[in-house]
């Protein structure tokens, strides 16, 4: 905070107005500490990034400059309206106005559409510091003209529910029903976002409630699934474990998710988990086999409690590269070229070693080589 209002008075001092806005003056009246500090100004961002040494240009075609201060980044955006939003967070369009109340009334609810100055003092005019009052979100403006320019305000309504636990004004609930299908519109990136955070948010099974009740779920990729009893679940920190337990409870494969394109090392998390989830015994092997997180989420999802960390240490080796031979080795002893067969010895020295039935020490390993696969061939 104390940063930012360093950064307001910079702007001030060169004659331009700035405040703090968004989701950190709705998270500073809600007596909580925001996560990241945006201020919007008059000036523009050549302007901003005159003002101060250390600037980095992180959308500077919507306005928006960080400012790096103090260890800390505040993104300084230029007053703006805004139009159609195709890609992950940023509109397609955007017009530079220049009185702050333009800039606040193209915001989503009337909870993030409030400023505040360096004093502390708040600008309001849409009655958000009465509707967080009330916990209750509720569209700036008529709420369906505002869903038909952005139809993942749909979405970020239900999300929000569930992050404050509020409710969704009556008015703003029945427009999320009448437009419910435009959801449809939506680039799927922008649509994961919002669900990742929901996963997050310490109330799932609340804004899942609104997802289902609203009729938005089932215009979503997957939407049967997500409408599913959630009472049971709790977060924990990383969107994958709810990703996770949406698949675990109804037994569904990741391919009935896909659709929402996630990064390779994502789906490989899900997946494995999965796997580990769904074993019926975990030995020393599994251990050994599995990335702790994938482990941590297949115990969430069992129910189960274990000392992950610790089985993994008591390994007699955490991973391949700590194998005292490798393949030349191999290849050298058996005299014969790579194939297939390597990887089906090198994984059967490792069983054996991890399983404790073999040291890891070349000579030891090399006589039981020898000893195994002359027998063997
Ligand atoms: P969080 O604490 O979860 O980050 P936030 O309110 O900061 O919540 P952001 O998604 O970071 O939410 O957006 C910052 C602000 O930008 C919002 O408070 C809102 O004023 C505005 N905003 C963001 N997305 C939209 C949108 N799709 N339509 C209108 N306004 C938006
Ligand atoms: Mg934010």
């Known amino acids: 905070m104390k940063t930012a209002a360093k950064v307001i008075r910079n702007l001030e001092n060169a004659g331009f107005e ?41 959308g500077i075609e919507h306005g928006t400059v960080l400012v790096l201060m103090e260890g800390e980044g505040i ?11 195709t890609d992950l967070r940023r509109p397609d369009k955007v017009e530079f106005v220049q009185s702050l109340e333009e800039d606040l009334k193209r915001r989503d609810f009337t909870i993030n559409a409030m400023a505040m100055d360096k004093d502390l003092a708040i600008i309001d005019p849409f009655g958000g510091k009465s509707d967080l009052e009330k916990c209750l979100i509720r569209a700036v403006g008529e709420a369906g003209e505002r869903f038909q320019e952005d139809a993942l305000r749909m979405l970020r309504a239900v999300r929000f529910s569930g992050q404050l636990n509020f409710a969704i004004e009556e008015g703003t609930l029945a427009a999320i029903r009448s437009h419910a299908s435009l959801i449809r519109s939506v680039a799927v990136e922008r649509l994961k976002n919002e669900l990742d955070k929901i996963l997050l948010n310490p109330r799932t099974q609340h804004s899942m409630a609104y997802l289902k009740d609203s009729g938005l779920a089932k215009h979503l990729p997957a939407g049967g699934l997500l409408s599913m009893d959630w009472t049971g679940y709790e977060p924990k920190g990383q969107a994958a474990f709810g990703w996770a337990y949406l698949l675990h409870s109804q037994q569904k494969q990741f391919e009935e998710i896909k659709g929402y394109k996630f990064s390779n090392a994502e789906r490989r998390l899900v997946e494995r988990a999965l796997e580990a989830a769904n074993l019926t015994e975990w030995d020393d092997w599994t251990f050994y086999c599995f990335e702790a997180k994938e482990l941590e989420i297949a115990c969430y999802l069992n129910g189960t409690d274990m000392d992950i960390p610790l089985r993994k240490e008591q390994l007699p080796i955490k991973s391949k590269r700590e194998l005292a031979v490798n393949g030349i080795d191999l290849m050298e002893w058996s005299g014969r ?38 027998g063997d061939s």
């Open 337 to 374: 070229k790579q194939g297939p067969w390597l990887r089906q010895w090198i994984e059967k020295m490792e069983r054996h070693i991890v399983y404790g039935q073999l040291e890891n020490d070349n000579g030891l390993i090399k006589d039981w080589f020898l000893n195994e696969y002359n």
């Open 18 to 58: 700035a405040y703090i806005v968004g989701g950190a003056v709705r998270d500073f009246l809600l007596g909580k500490v925001p996560h990241d500090m945006d201020v919007a100004s008059n000036a523009y961002p050549e302007e901003v990034k005159k003002l101060f040494n250390r600037t980095v240009d992180i």
């Open 75 to 85: 993104e300084v955006t230029t007053f703006r309206t805004e139009s159609e939003y």
